[in-house]
């Protein structure tokens, strides 16, 4: 080894290091005690997916609550929560155990495709390849945000771990071989299975395979009756492999638009929603520079936005300077289909983003919903700073470990129930029921995530797992009444929304409130 060498060496080892930290601490999220294994990073909206998978698991249907058919969930990860509780026999802290385990099998899959997509992205030396897979790796499976949408008890990591699958296999050329894409559609439906939002990446995907096959040799008159062989295909096998859910909902629902996206849907332009859907972009783009709590849409500074935006900037000049100093190599194959499937997904984040910003009101939730974008920011990112490591090591370094800090500290907070984020678990909705009302007697809540989980009378009212709400969001303390629901606690901006800006004029009385939450009774 060169005395020159050795810094980069050293910083290899760190990065390495950092990784089998952050592996450790998360695995540890699985075994940390009963008491608090239902704490964040799950979160309130994992509780309606759980508790569909313990009934499934028990054998009393796809309901979410024993009796109430739904399709208020995605379909792929919470069956495979239904084999976790299966698997732990009507022992729930076992199951939570078990459903965290999983989540870390996706969030070491997901690290380390995102790793072998960003090595393969252009040529180089051996370490200089392996060099940049780790920065991606860190950038990526050390955000913070990361951790948090990972073990959230959703299908947020999985559908990204599906996204960098297909990556991964197309950087390889899989797709032309002979049996690569029936493999690819396969994929395809099973990510949709995932997230149903993915479909539009199966339409874009398609489409670019017939644009990009009819360009072969000979033209498109010559080659569109193959180009079309190729994307029927694909596409079909896509839609037959997601077709048992999409029967189901259609079926049983008569819709196939899962309720929690019906509960949520309203089209309108919105500056609040368009400024959040960039929020949103921001910080599934640089998940490291995430920080819960402090961040802009859970305080009220806008510190952290800020720097984004200057780091971004700072890209976005780096980028150019990269290109016109070193320009991909698109003579390379596996260059071409990396930049070609992050095309891709790039237009795909982009129609989602529209679809997002322009009809869904829960603006709140975008960084989810455009998550994946993570993997692009991260194999981009490692594309332009590695080459600039050679130089400033010692600084890359420093950087490394204070951008995988946040998430090494929460997963460590996390054995006492708690994380640099909010709390995403509503306990103090649960308590303040439980201070003023009888188990058995049924309360209404719009989010009736925790609580429909741990409470078994429990009647949710968005709509997101309950079709029959969706019919009276705009009178609800009508329905309310003809139901003989006589409690309803939750924030209060669902007060107003579901009791009436004055609930005492429909004979609402407030009887207790703990922290953000109310509790109203009709006597």
């Not at 909010?422 to 309360?443: R, S």
Request: with cysteine.
């Amino acid at each position: 080894m060169l005395p020159s060498d050795r810094p980069l060496h050293a910083f290899d080892a760190i990065l390495r290091g950092l990784l089998g930290l952050l592996a450790l601490a998360l695995a540890a999220l699985a075994l940390r005690a009963t008491a608090v294994v239902f704490h964040t990073p799950l979160t309130e909206d994992a509780f309606y997916a759980l508790a569909v998978a313990r009934n499934v698991a028990a054998g009393v249907g796809i309901t979410i609550d024993g009796v109430q058919p739904t399709n208020g969930f995605q379909p792929l990860f919470t069956f495979l929560q239904a084999a976790c509780y299966w698997l732990a026999g009507g022992e729930e802290a076992l199951a939570a155990r078990l459903v965290l385990a999983l989540s870390w099998l996706v969030w070491v899959a997901t690290t380390l495709l995102v790793a072998a997509v960003a090595r393969d992205a252009a040529p180089g030396t051996g370490a200089e390849c392996r060099r940049r897979g780790l920065v991606a790796a860190i950038l990526y499976g050390g955000g913070f945000l990361t951790m948090m949408h990972h073990f959230n008890g959703l299908e947020t990591g999985l559908v990204v771990c599906g996204y960098a699958l297909l990556w991964r296999l197309h950087q390889l050329g899989v797709d032309q071989h002979r049996f690569g894409l029936p493999l690819v559609g396969g994929l395809l439906g099973l990510l949709v299975l995932t997230r149903i939002d993915a479909a539009v990446f199966v339409a874009v995907y398609c489409l670019a395979l017939l644009w990009r096959r009819c360009r072969g040799e000979g033209g498109w008159r010559r080659q569109w009756p193959g180009a079309l062989r190729a994307a029927v295909l694909v596409g079909a096998i896509a839609v037959l492999v997601s077709s048992p859910w999409w029967l189901f909902n259609i079926l049983t629902f008569g819709s196939p638009m899962p309720t929690s996206g019906t509960a949520q849907q309203e089209w309108a332009l919105d500056e609040r929603r368009v400024r959040w859907g960039i929020w949103a972009l921001g910080v599934a783009a640089m998940p490291s520079l995430w920080l819960g709590r402090l961040d802009e849409v859970f305080g009220d500074g806008i510190a952290l936005s800020i720097l984004r935006a200057v780091v971004a900037s700072w890209l976005i000049v780096a980028t150019v300077y990269a290109i016109r100093r070193a320009p991909p190599p698109l003579e390379e194959a596996r260059t071409r289909a990396t930049l070609s499937f992050a095309g891709l997904m790039a237009i795909s984040v982009g129609v989602l983003t529209a679809y997002y910003v322009f009809s869904f009101i829960a603006f709140w939730f975008y960084y989810r919903y455009l998550f994946p974008v993570a993997i692009l920011a991260a194999v981009g990112i490692a594309w332009v700073v590695t080459p600039l490591i050679e130089r400033q090591s010692r600084a890359a370094a420093v950087i490394a470990v204070a951008l995988c800090l946040p998430t090494l500290a929460s997963a460590l907070l996390a054995q006492t129930g708690r994380t640099l984020h909010v709390e995403t678990v509503y306990w103090d909705q649960m308590a303040l029921i439980d201070a003023h009302v009888a188990p058995d007697v049924p309360v209404a809540a719009g989010q009736a995530g925790t609580l429909g989980y741990f409470r078994a009378a429990t009647v949710n009212v968005d709509g997101k797992v309950n079709r029959e709400a969706i019919r009276h969001q705009d009178a609800m303390w009508v329905w309310l009444d003809q139901q003989g629901i006589r409690w309803f606690c939750d924030w209060r901006f669902y007060v107003e929304k579901y009791l009436g800006r004055d609930p005492s004029r429909h004979g609402w009385q407030k009887v207790a409130t703990l922290g953000p939450w109310e509790l109203w009774h009709r006597p």
